[in-house]
């Protein structure tokens, strides 16, 4: 089935997708309007080949339709729209969930007590392995999370290794004012959230990137890319930074538009 429906949007090598289609995948994907007219080409002509490179299967019965796979493609694609497809080889499976799943964890404490518990995910990156992804209709229902690019920031982190935060910089980049950079917005965001969390009240980037620098290099590569004005207006110097890594300036993009 999966073969039909590779075959359904890509027939041939050289397929065509219509403008409608593009369309239908793109209109739950805004931070992709400010996108020139070269640039809107590029993505999709990467996001095509994208599909010719990666297998979709969906979990409990979702059967990843065409939008899902258009859309993914495109948000997977666009962090390395400047970088190349290549960051993306040697694996291919990407994994589809109707919602949010259970991914069961096994920790050890510093009392050598082994806990074992189940969370709920919206996604999960493997390192050598497949992408796996909560789909919702309704983009409301990831609660202002962007969960692709997420997944796909933490496939670049971990083409160096596991995930810490550091991925592969480019040669005319500093891996020391990186670290530095990274640090001290991952430290000044930890003190902000716990302040946050003792007035319960919540903070403009996700929380859940106080909880390890990969994550806190996720979810604000994720600001980067959907909302640059926060990520530029709160840690200018790690926007800085990405514009460096990702070859891409969103916010010069917005204002251009």
Request: overall charge negative.
């Amino acid at each position: 089935m999966l073969d039909a429906l590779r075959r359904l949007l890509l027939p041939t090598p050289r397929a065509t997708i219509s403008d409608d289609l593009w369309r239908s995948a793109e209109r739950h994907l805004p931070f992709l309007d400010p996108l020139d007219e070269q640039e809107r080409a590029d993505l999709r002509a990467m996001a095509l080949a994208f599909l010719e490179r990666k297998v979709f299967s969906g979990a409990q019965g979702l059967v990843p339709g065409n939008d899902l796979r258009l859309s993914v493609a495109l948000q997977a694609c666009l962090p390395v729209l400047k970088l190349g497809l290549g960051a993306y080889d040697g694996w291919s499976g990407i994994i589809v969930y109707p919602g949010a799943f259970v991914i069961p964890r096994r920790s050890v404490d510093e009392d050598g007590v082994l806990h074992e518990y189940d969370e709920d995910a919206l996604g999960e990156a493997w390192d050598g392995g497949p992408v796996v992804l909560a789909w919702f209709d309704d983009p409301a229902d990831y609660d202002g999370a962007n969960v692709v690019i997420h997944e796909f920031a933490h496939k670049l982190d971990m083409l160096n290794g596991p995930a810490d935060g550091l991925p592969p910089l480019h040669a005319d980049m500093d891996e020391d004012a990186w670290l530095d950079t990274l640090d001290d917005a991952y430290e000044d965001f930890c003190a902000l959230v716990d302040e946050a969390e003792a007035q319960d009240m919540d903070t403009a980037i996700d929380s859940y990137a106080a909880t390890h620098p990969s994550e806190f290099f996720a979810v604000t590569s994720e600001v980067f890319f959907t909302d640059p004005e926060l990520l530029s207006e709160d840690y200018p110097e790690l926007y800085a930074q990405y514009c460096l890594f990702y070859r891409q300036d969103p916010l010069a993009r917005l204002r251009r538009a």
